[in-house]
């Protein structure tokens, strides 16, 4: 089975409110070895639509969803066989993810992408591995407890 890491360099959809950053997301997995790579205008629907049918992965790097927003709707018609990315963390389930995860595609939010940023910074200054499960936890447990109403 293929991990997570090389179906995003495989396939990837990169959906950016800036066009140009998008292409250049598009453009490092196409160098990278992807057998294809697009990037795409939210504002075009209809290309947006045939780019989503088509994506193995589609990728939300945009702030909608943190506060309950929608993408464009042809985000949301994701299905089985496809993988639906948010860079979010804070919420974990976006709408984005939501419908995703109900239409049968697999879901990922960005808490993996933080905690593998931050390893690799650990790495780096420490000079050995990162605990990374310590860290997936500890990051975890913090996001549940800022979301948790105080009962005192």
């Known amino acids: ?42 504002g075009d629907e209809a290309a947006l639509t045939r780019a989503v049918a088509d994506a193995e992965l589609v990728i939300n790097a945009t702030p909608l969803g943190m506060a309950g927003e929608f993408l464009p709707d042809p985000c949301h018609r994701l299905g089985s066989g496809q993988i639906a990315y948010d860079l979010i963390y804070a919420p974990t389930q976006t709408p984005f993810l939501s419908d995703a995860g109900a239409a ?21 200054w420490i000079g ?25």
């Open 128 to 152: 050995r591995p990162a605990p990374r499960d310590t860290m997936s936890a500890a990051a975890l447990s913090a996001l549940t407890h800022a979301n948790t109403p105080d009962s005192t």
């Open 1 to 42: 089975m293929e991990t997570l890491t090389e179906k995003t360099l495989a396939e990837a959809l990169g959906v950016r409110p800036r066009p140009e950053a998008a292409a250049e997301v598009a453009g490092l997995a196409q160098r990278a070895g992807g057998p294809s790579a697009d990037a795409c205008d939210l």
């Open 104 to 124: 049968g595609a697999e879901t990922h939010h960005g808490l993996s992408m933080l905690v593998g940023q931050a390893a690799a910074s650990y790495r780096r």
